[in-house]
């Protein structure tokens, strides 16, 4: 039986077994997929017992990404430009790390929700990690713009330059904020303390899609301000999280899941 995991801390909220088990059915592969409490200290230990008791792959979340990029002998490119891995696994003794994030945003966004970036003016809500991980995937969907708001302007302006080479980006703050805009991602962390970002209504107003990428079993702060402003639309993140882990899955057996019939799952 293949063996895979996901370390975190916290994890017990993780749905990762559950969507990685359903996922298992529709190939017909009998996998064992556990989430695993992991301290920071003791991440490059468990990772490396991981993989030299036999387990394939395995993903990291919060607060491993960044650790896990630093450990690995190898990085992917759509990793190298995220800054940090979620997924790993061995390939000729050496530690292979990718990120699945940014693939999982956009599938959801054009796939699931069926809307189009090409030639959407997009705006990303914070700078942090999460930010970093999706913004090159958003740009290869050929938007006519993505700006970049945080609350320290600084660190937008980093992403902004980071990325300039890839497509049209600039960073702003948020007295700044005057337009509307097509599609409005908060990757924040604001939905996990139920805050609402200091995004004006008329950013939103008439817009396609409000998402947020956290998930949770009720609207965010952030998605009911959307829909009182007037988006059209407005999603969490349980789709990205769905789709990124297909991905992880295709990387480590070859087989891309139906993410739709796992997704109708989870949703009841």
Not at 127 to 154: C, F, H, K, W
């Amino acid at each position: 039986m293949k063996r895979f995991a996901v370390m975190g801390n916290p994890i017990d909220h993780s749905l990762s077994p559950r969507i990685h088990t359903l996922f298992s059915e529709q190939a017909g592969i009998a996998l064992e997929y556990r989430k695993q409490q992991v301290h920071s200290a003791a991440l490059s230990e468990e990772i490396t017992r991981f993989f030299k008791d036999g387990g394939i792959g395995l993903n990291v979340t919060i607060p491993h990404k960044l650790a896990a990029y630093d450990l690995c002998d190898e990085l992917s490119t759509r990793a190298e430009l995220a800054g940090s891995v979620n997924t790993l696994f061995m390939k000729d003794g050496q530690l292979i790390g990718d990120n699945t994030d940014g693939i999982g945003l956009v599938r959801d966004i054009t796939l699931n929700l069926q809307i189009s970036c090409l030639n959407a003016k997009l705006l990303i809500i914070g700078a942090g990690g999460a930010s970093r991980g999706i913004i090159e995937p958003l740009l290869t969907q050929s938007p006519s713009s993505i700006d970049i708001v945080n609350r320290t302007y600084s660190k937008a302006a980093q992403l902004a330059e980071m990325f300039k080479e890839f497509g049209n980006i600039r960073a702003l703050s948020f007295d700044q904020l005057n337009s509307s805009y097509d599609i409005v991602i908060n990757a924040s962390s604001s939905s996990l303390q139920q805050d609402i970002p200091a995004v004006p209504e008329k950013c939103l107003a008439g817009g396609k899609l409000a998402y947020d990428l956290m998930y949770a079993e009720s609207a965010t702060a952030f998605m009911m301000l959307a829909a009182q402003a007037g988006c059209h639309q407005q999603s969490d993140g349980l789709g990205m999280l769905v789709e990124q882990a297909a991905e992880a899955f295709a990387i480590w057996n070859g087989f891309q899941p139906n993410t739709k019939a796992v997704m109708a799952e989870l949703r009841h």
